[in-house]
T-cell receptor, first 113, second 111 residues
């Protein structure tokens, strides 16, 4: 069965370190998204991609970057982790039909000390 | 500013009762999504509503969309404990998959 996976599932890091969160989908979806979820804020879009070599900034992109070298993967990098980036991060993917919902990965809980 | 407002944000109810969650949004959107999230888990798609007057039902959940009023409702019929979760609505105002999310409604259903 097709799926979307994230790794690691839990990560503790220190302020200032670079961190990369992996996202891998086997749906063969063109669109991929990174969100962060914080209590009281719902989900906020960090970066998104409509296909290979395409990346775009979302609502809360400062301090984050992504790259899309193939269809399956969209890694999220925190250039210099800050305590404000402590959050749960979700990756999602969708096909390009206008009615398509997004399918979500299991999430990564990141703590920045 | 684009806003998606859900109410209530928290709802505790008894099994067997009916209730409705409301999702208001501040700009036009061709489509509206409802998702469910169990504690500590990922998000699961429930409904995609694509046009004014759209109604979809799955089990005890029914979602509807009024694009003129910029309002969607998620109605729960004869609630059961298994429906306890947080429910999110989201809109796609620019039809480009960049969803704007509500803050979620945490639903607790007591036996």
């Amino acid at each position: 069965d097709a799926e979307i996976t994230q790794s690691p599932r839990h990560k503790i890091t220190e302020t200032g370190r670079q961190v990369t969160l992996a996202c891998h989908q086997t749906w063969n979806h063109n669109n991929m998204f990174w969100y962060r979820q914080d209590l009281g804020h719902g989900l906020r879009l960090i970066h998104y991609s409509y296909g290979v070599q395409d990346t775009n900034k979302g609502e809360v992109s400062d301090g984050y970057s992504v790259s899309r070298s193939n269809t399956e993967d969209l890694p999220l990098t925190l250039e210099s982790a800050a305590s404000s980036q402590t959050s749960v991060y979700f990756c999602a993917s969708s096909d390009s039909f206008f009615w398509d919902e997004q399918f979500f990965g299991p999430g990564t809980r990141l703590t920045v000390l | 500013e684009l806003k998606v407002e859900q109410n209530p944000l928290f709802l505790s109810m008894q099994e067997g009762k009916n209730y409705t969650i409301y999702c208001n949004y501040s700009t036009t959107s061709d489509r509206l999504y409802w998702y469910r999230q169990d504690p500590g888990k990922s998000l699961e798609s429930l409904f995609v509503l694509l046009s004014n007057g759209a109604v979809k039902q799955e089990g005890r959940l029914m979602a509807s969309l009024d694009t003129k009023a910029r309002l969607s409702t998620l109605h729960i019929t004869a609630a059961v404990h298994d429906l306890s979760a947080t429910y999110f609505c989201a809109v796609d105002p620019n039809s480009n998959y960049q969803l704007i999310w509500g803050a979620g409604t945490k639903l607790i259903i007591k036996p």
